[in-house]
């Protein structure tokens, strides 16, 4: 059986489902880098955290070179950090746009390349993006055409990028979460939020925390976009 501490990296890792994401592996055992631009600092010599803007390639570069450097190894990348603005099309600013890309594509795709190598390196590794049901299943209630466009886009790159590492024991996954009960949503509107799904309720963030580290368990399954949204991808 091996002794080794294995080591996850967690984005937006401050609050909601990021935090729960980091607690969980805390809780399994790992070592937690966890990144976002609020997070405070750790007093757990275990979790390392880092403050900083993931859509910048700095920023990854920072968080990967402290993970090596304090823990020596990276088992796992969850890209977590996301930002989800529901409107019109034609009502999204160029601001929004803009930062809504360099979290969700930006992010994901800067924090992959500087994790994907060290991966390599010690033969192996597991990464899981966080995505979205209304990639798949589109929802009148909730224009959110920016979610589809840089979620669906983290859905096929979890694809392609599992088939391109299959060989070199690099696992990529996805969870695609409905609507889950963090502070970002307001008490007030939960009985709306909870209608959205066939089974009429929010998700929790135990739920998301379980489909992760099943994905992480799960040694025969890559390229997965594992949904955990009550039903909404089947159908209203």
Do not use: W
């Not at 990967?64 to 529901?86: M, P, S």
């Not at 803009?98 to 795709?109: D, I, M, P, Q, R």
């Not at 060290?118 to 920016?146: F, N, R, W, Y």
Request: hydrophobic share 40%; proline share 3%.
């Amino acid at each position: 059986m091996s002794t080794v501490q294995k080591v996850a990296i967690v984005t937006g890792a401050s609050q909601g489902l990021g935090a729960g994401i980091a607690r969980a592996y805390r809780e399994r055992g790992y070592r937690v880098v966890g990144t976002s631009r609020s997070i405070q600092t750790s007093n757990d010599p275990d979790y390392l955290t880092v403050a900083g803007d993931i859509g910048d390639p700095a920023t990854a570069r920072k968080v990967v070179d402290l993970a090596l450097t304090r823990f020596g190894r990276i088992d796992t990348l969850v890209n977590n950090a996301g930002i989800f603005i529901a409107s019109e099309f034609t009502g999204y600013s160029q601001q929004q746009y803009e930062e809504v890309l360099s979290t969700n594509v930006a992010g994901f795709y800067h924090m992959t390349q500087q994790v994907v190598p060290a991966m390599l390196e010690q033969g192996g590794g597991h990464i899981v993006q966080i995505t979205s049901s209304l990639v798949d299943h589109a929802c009148s209630k909730v224009p959110s055409v920016l979610a589809s466009l840089t979620k669906g886009g983290l859905a096929a790159a979890t694809r392609s990028l599992a088939i391109e590492y299959a060989t070199r024991n690099i696992r990529v996954n996805a969870v695609s979460p409905g609507v889950i009960k963090t502070p970002m949503h307001a008490p007030e509107s939960h009985a709306a939020l909870a209608a959205l799904h066939p089974v009429q309720r929010m998700g929790e963030v135990s739920d998301i925390t379980n489909a992760v580290l099943y994905l992480e368990d799960a040694g025969f399954v890559t390229g997965e976009i594992l949904h955990v949204d009550g039903g909404q991808v089947a159908g209203a």
